[in-house]
């Protein structure tokens, strides 16, 4: 279970440095990206 949630904040790290092209081709729009990463970094505020 620890490792589970270690990985998900993990991926969410991961989408957070993401561009808005990266996302896109894996089929995610910046703010659903957001959403998710802010779920594990609350405070998460992407540059524009």
């Not at 904040?9 to 089929?27: A, C, F, M, P, Y």
């Not at 779920?39 to 524009?48: A, C, D, G, V």
Request: zero cysteines; charged letters at 40%.
């Amino acid at each position: 279970m620890i490792v589970a949630k270690y990985e998900k904040r993990r991926t969410r790290i991961h989408l957070s440095k993401l561009g808005v092209e990266e996302l896109r081709d894996i089929g995610l729009t910046p703010d659903q990206a957001d959403s998710e990463i802010r779920k594990s970094l609350p405070f998460f505020e992407r540059s524009r």
